[in-house]
């Protein structure tokens, strides 16, 4: 347990640090909006999806992103992505054309298609990474056999379904929802365990922490509440966003948690006590963020314009902090 002291100089050190990193490069990833970052397991690559239906992946060479490839396949936008847990080359999608790919970074190409039943627009791979879950917009929450590339198990939801989510042991399975809670259930059962009532509005995104002590939710209140995940408890809640929060994410050491929303920064909170280390100056709406696994890198994408063009989208992908 850390002291208020060890705390306090703790954020002094993240508030110099960032002071010194505070450089952020940007890439024309695609010609449309982008809904997705994540990086691989081993932080080399960075992924971004987009509403024009391609996937860019990045390889990330000291303080340089370079472009490796493109993914086509999808006829739809890519809503989400998200990499297996140990594998670096794997990266699973979720569109709205109805399906879920996977697909081979390295070799560049998809690997297997699995047809699901409904417009796609959350993903999530279990940390053993043998099953993939994936959320359309009926509620209904697909459990695909990451080994087989066949479908498990569905479940249809009576309450709107928005992000969803393991914890790092593997026998919980949460869900966001439209009521302001957050559902938690059994896995493999599905069983309804508990029903956490943290927010008045929308519970929107969730992400546990990498030491799986906490996860956090991010709600149409524009709060950002920090749970232990063994206790099922809120701790606090982050509060200097005045829109509702779209995404978050915690860092490598589960010190940091960056929040996004439609407010001009992305909001990054020390994880324990909420307190503001640093924000990144922004100048759209953030829909996706996404710490680098090893490093304070952080990934993030706007609802940028482009400067030749306002009307049109901008598409680009951002990594704040490089070395000044």
Known sequence: MQTSAQISSDIKDLQYFFKRHKIVREQRAHSAKVHSVGWSCEGRRLASGSFDKTVVVY??????????TTLRGHTASVDQLCWHAHHPDLLSTASGDKSVRIWDA?????SAVVNTKGENINITWSPDGKTIAVGNK????????????KIKVEKQFNFEVNEIAWNKNNNLFFLTSGTGSVHVLSYPNLESMEVLRGH???CICIEFDPTGKYFAVGSADSLVSVWNANELS????IERLEWPVRTISFSHDGKLIASGS????IDIAY???GEKVTKVPVDASTFTVAWNPKKYLLAYACDDKDNNDRRRE???LKVYGFEN
């Open 314 to 316: 901008a598409g680009n």
């Open 200 to 202: 008045p509005a929308t």
């Open 234 to 237: 809120c701790q606090h809640v």
């Open 138 to 149: 009926d509620d209904l929450v697909t459990f695909i056999d990451a080994r087989t590339n």
């Open 106 to 110: 390295r070799a560049g190409r998809c």
């Open 271 to 273: 994880a324990t006590t």
């Open 59 to 68: 390889t990330l060479d000291r303080d340089r992103l370079a472009k490796d």
């Open 262 to 265: 439609e407010d001009l920064f």
